[in-house]
């Protein structure tokens, strides 16, 4: 049969990521895509990425002729875990233009997850519920031989009679039986020219799926709780063979958390050394698992240069709040710890959460000011369906529950002050940051670059603290 694989993020839709230009091909997309044309069916990719609007689809539609269309969500990229409502409406539009042609279309992603009953009156044919690879592969098998589709796991789909969801799949164990993604039906150039003006040209690869911490606001709706992962030596060969197919300078791994496993680290930065590859690349982990074993000496060692933690927070009570696990100590360690060898830490940031006051906020800002990060991603609290913290909140989100854009920043619940306040307090904290990274550059005599940008966020910084103070006081 042939497959026409798409997924729902489209940069053009998302202001903010465009403006940056970074973006990463649909690893998840990719990797279905190869495990299905191992099946013997022909694949193809409309790459969502680089479309202005949903219906330049239809030459794929038209020309290929697909039986199937399957919008294959890249589970890996957070901006598709944040069910974001421009990207919503456009996956609409791609299925009702494929089903105009009467073409099949399957769904996999967190939004149609959440909200498989909206996918299924758009058009939607069958929702994949999980780790999708296997199921995807079972459901294309049943339309192929006109099967019973109920006898199937993981998916949701409608019939005349209701909406039917079937018992859930069990995660895969094993990552390694996976194909390498099918990075030759991507068009890689288009991404290469996004990443030039910023040097270098970086791609994605994720060693693991799921993550088993619980911190109570993040949405797992594709892998759960589980954590399974690759082995280093997987890992490799696929860097290895994408070194073959096509030319990049950094890597991404975009992983919950890597390296988890005890002595993964190790093992992938001795098969490493054996290949004589040396790239740099960045992470995602956590505080304390930084501080475990010798990773951090690892990680540099294998030619990590960036590792972006959770730390979500200065304030102790907000971190045990969101069931984080986490101590703001371990927070400082890790950061230390990196930059005592050459490894750039970054933080993610939350305000909002429940309880926070500005005694928190506070600490957070003190936090910031005696760590100096390299870098920091602010955002405030996001309640996303399958979490303990929507559960809590839901009576108060009214119609409005999903971002339009991943800049929107709106707190959606009843926080301890108002939403405007944290619209300021967002560019307050950014301008705060990087006066303190200018205040550096001058401290190190590098006047030509620090002078202009410590007087231009210093002044941004009062500003915005000014008009975030008479939001407070409402």
Known sequence: MNILFSHSYF???DPKQSIQSKPYPPLG???????????????????????????????????YSPEVL??????????????????????????????KRNIFVVVSS???????????????????????????????????????????????????????????????????????????????????NAWERHGYFSINIATTRGCPYKCNWCAKPIYGNRYNSHSPRYIVDLIVQMKDQFSYDHIWF??????????????????????????????????????????????????????????ESGSQKVLDAMDKGTQVEQISQATQGMK???????????????????SDIQLTHTMLKDLMPHDIGVSVSYPLPGTSFYETVKSELDHKQNWTDSDELLIMYKGTYQPKFY?????????????????????????????????????????????????FKK
């Open 11 to 13: 940069l053009s839709l």
């Open 29 to 63: 997309t990719l990797y279905a895509a190869a495990y299905i044309r191992e099946q013997k069916h022909n694949v193809k990719l409309f790459d969502s990425n680089f479309a202005m609007e949903a219906n330049e689809i239809e030459p794929y539609l038209s020309d």
């Open 70 to 99: 399957v919008i294959y969500d890249d589970g890996f990229n957070y901006l598709t875990k944040m069910c974001l409502t421009n990207m919503r409406e456009a996956t609409f539009e791609m299925i009702k233009l494929a089903k």
């Open 110 to 192: 967190s939004d149609s997850t959440d909200h498989y009953g909206k996918y299924l009156e758009n058009g939607a044919d069958v929702i994949l519920l999980g780790e999708g690879e296997e199921t995807l592969k079972e459901v294309i098998e049943t339309k192929k031989s006109k099967g019973n589709f109920s006898i199937l796991e993981g998916i949701v789909y409608k019939d005349s009679n209701g909406i039917y969801k079937t018992p859930p799949r069990k995660v895969r164990n094993n990552l390694d039986d996976l194909p390498f993604p099918a990075w030759d039906i991507v068009q890689i150039d288009k991404y290469k």
């Open 254 to 311: 975009c992983d919950d958390i890597f390296g988890l496993k005890p002595n993964w680290i190790q093992e992938f930065n001795t098969l490493l050394k054996e290949e004589k590859i040396h790239i740099p690349y960045k992470i995602q982990s956590r505080a304390d698992l930084l501080l475990k074993e010798d990773n951090i000496v690892a990680l540099k060692n294998s030619g990590c240069e960036e590792v972006w933690i959770g730390a």
């Open 340 to 358: 005592n060898f050459g490894i750039k830490p970054c933080f993610f940031l939350q305000f909002g959460y429940l309880g926070e006051d500005w």
């Open 423 to 471: 619209k300021r307090l967002h560019r307050y904290t950014h301008h705060l940051f990087r006066s303190l990274q200018a205040k550096e550059l001058l401290q190190n005599r590098d006047l030509s670059k620090g002078l202009m940008k410590f007087a231009y966020h210093t002044i941004k910084a009062k500003i915005e603290f000014v008009i975030m103070s008479q939001e």
